[in-house]
């Protein structure tokens, strides 16, 4: 089976990317199971869930972090920029992150109520559509499938530290369009922007900027998706006018103020959620709408997000 898809994605992809990515993906999982240097890794963890929940039972909060997972808010981010095309003024993406689709069917259920009730042009999915790094991931695609029946419009996506590449040939079949260091453009009319797209920068690092810019003429609007926002300097240097990520869950166990515990990435805590800045660049990081490791939350609500573009 897996050959079978190597062969897809070698055509799809070329030769080289789909043979690193999971050449890193199989030396992953062999450290993940004790044959690696990096024994104690958190996926080696696996009695993880059960400090973590216990931690929260003992404070009192683990049925109230439960709740708080699958709560899944809609939040409204307005982007603007003078080189907005006058077509695009008002143009909406709907961005939804790190689902983890596997492992939190309270937070999956309430994102399909959900989508039918919101308006937008285009939905983008920045990554870790799976729970774990390892494994089947048939049960991902299957409960991926229910929440795309609920989308309208062109659907893009990337992939995430958690997500294989074995994936991509069963997410485009359902009508994603995965951005692999690559990128569309979208038109209105006789107008256009620039949509792009890297693989994970974070873990496996197989991430190409400027294979994904190579088609973008100077100066005209253009937006990066990325798993993890820790390349905005390279986004920013690029050229690019918005960055698009997640990957950090905004801490997903905070403290009161939604001041994480950590971030697992190396970016400034005032990018860890939500919008910011960097020189020209706008960008925004969704705490995603899934959780890892346990369906937990606290102080930091799921959320997927509606980006309305504006001439500035």
């Not at 997972?69 to 961005?95: C, W, Y």
């Not at 253009?222 to 390349?231: G, Q, R």
């Not at 939604?258 to 800045?277: E, F, H």
């Amino acid at each position: 089976m897996d050959q079978k898809i190597l062969d897809q994605l070698e055509r799809r992809l070329g030769p080289l990317h789909a043979k690193q990515r999971r050449g890193i993906e199989t030396d992953h999982e062999l450290r993940v199971f004790g044959g690696g240097l990096n024994f104690f890794h958190i996926e080696n963890w696996y009695t993880a869930p059960i400090v973590v929940k216990s931690a929260l039972r003992l404070t009192g909060l683990y049925r109230r972090a439960q709740r708080n997972a699958e709560r899944v808010a809609v939040k409204d981010n307005v982007i603007r920029a003078a080189n907005l095309p006058d077509g695009f003024d008002d143009f909406t993406i709907l961005h939804i992150s790190d689902m983890h689709v596997d492992m939190n069917d309270g937070a999956m259920r309430n994102l399909a109520q959900l989508l039918p009730q919101l308006s937008y042009d285009v939905t983008v999915l920045t990554g870790d559509f799976r729970g774990k790094t390892h494994g089947p991931f048939e049960a991902t695609l299957d409960g991926l499938a229910k929440v795309h029946a609920k989308l309208t419009g062109p659907v893009f996506g990337v992939l995430g530290n958690h997500d294989t590449i074995l994936m991509v040939p069963g997410l485009e079949a359902m009508g994603i369009r995965m951005l692999l260091n690559e990128c569309e453009p979208l038109v209105r009319g006789n107008q256009r922007i620039h949509l792009a797209g890297i693989d994970d920068a974070h873990y496996y690092r197989v991430d190409n900027i400027e294979k994904a810019a190579a088609a973008i003429p100077e100066n005209e609007f253009s937006i990066l998706l990325s798993h993890t926002p820790e390349i905005y300097r390279q986004a920013a240097h690029a050229g690019f006018d918005v960055l698009l990520g997640g990957h950090t869950h905004g801490g997903q166990i905070c403290l009161p103020g939604s001041i994480p515990l950590t971030l697992d990435s190396v970016l400034p805590r005032r990018m860890g959620a939500g919008a910011w800045q960097y020189g020209n660049m706008a960008g925004y990081t969704s705490v995603g709408v899934g959780s890892c490791i346990v369906p937990v939350r606290l102080n930091c609500p799921p959320e997927i997000t509606l980006h309305h573009l504006r001439r500035a």
